[in-house]
């Protein structure tokens, strides 16, 4: 092929630069190497070759007067920060089969407005469109899993954001500070929203249908007051974010109502001053770290329908004595994990009917409740357990055990 202004080749391959201005056209190389145009802010336009598969990692990073690219139909993936930085671009068509884009690929692209992402996308990256200001819309495929962290961060324009049915996760920061978005709709499919996923989105967040909660489209994505005391979230909620009470150090009190089914992840995490949580019946999971270092909980009552209890979902509760989980978890719970930092808690097993699981090694019971506890952490429970005669706990309310009188 004819000798490129700018460009180095070898073999057909573009395979560096020097000094390299204005429009360049590729379309008759036989590959190109990563990063070739990194840093390059004197390029202002390139036609990629047909049959490229696809854009290498910092390809055109920093290339700050890009203005247009041509990208054939046959590219697969972008790689990561392949247009990062390129504050004049305008538009770019990316192809129906590209499956994967790469970590911070476009971001900070200030004068991006037209993308559309093809049906088939499978991956995407962290901040991929981090801080791409002038983006006006954006529709995710239910193709995409997982909307990543930081996705659309910082997308200021952003009026209309639409995600399709199959979706599973929003993650963290995934529109944080998408300031213009009226409104938006999560679809059924979606079953975690991360932290602060919608942080700095207050146009768009209900803070009046539950008190001092911020609320979207059935979900509970945070608390609109700093200073909460307590919460009662009603059995008829979508779902709870992650971290949606993280770090509320004057929250003394959650109530989850009978219907909710998820602690998620770090709901509680540092709420320092939490001394009193009730859980109900429905309950079929507790995320990692849900009540992580909340300093003032002394003990937990965990609901008999409880099938998932995640990593140090209790650890680092300072005076947390402690923890009653039935008897079904015993063998699949790794109990010292389960509470690592709680240096005073321990794990009791009850039975569905609420009687305490007996410690073969012990002769005697607790004298003060002449119930049967469970030993230390790590402790086998009996093949028969026995039930002190007068025992009549019900843990189906939701609250700890009554313990045998």
Known sequence: MSAVPGVLMLSGWAVGVKDPYGEIDLSGTAGIADGLFNEQ??????????????????????????????????????????????EQLLSVVIPSGV?????????????LDGVTLPDGLREMGDSAFDGCSALTSIKVPASLRRIPMAAFQWCTSLGEATVEEGVETIGNASFYGCTALPGFRIPDSVKIIEDIAFGECGQMLDTNTIENVSMLDGWIVGSSQPLLVSVDVPGDVRGISDNAFGYRRN?????????????????CDCATSLAEVTLPASLLEIGDFGFYNCDSLVEVFVPSNVVSLGEMAFGGCAVLETVYLPVALKGGVNETNLVDGSFQAKVVYYLPDGSLVVDP????????????????????????PVEPASCAASPSNGRSPHLCA
């Open 99 to 111: 499956t994967n884009i790469g970590e911070q690929a476009f971001a900070y692209c200030r004068k």
């Open 251 to 267: 929250l003394t009190s959650v109530v989850l109502e009978e219907g909710v089914l998820r602690v998620p992840e770090h709901m």
């Open 41 to 86: 802010r004197s390029v202002t336009g390139v036609v990629l070759p047909d049959g490229l598969d696809a854009i290498g990692a910092s390809m055109f990073r920093g290339c700050s007067s890009l203005s247009s690219v041509t990208v054939p139909p046959t590219v697969k993936s972008i790689g990561d920060y392949a247009f990062m930085g390129c």
């Open 361 to 384: 090694e012990s002769e005697d019971p607790d004298p003060e409740s002449a119930a049967f506890f469970v030993g230390d952490l790590g402790f086998a429970s009996a093949d028969e």
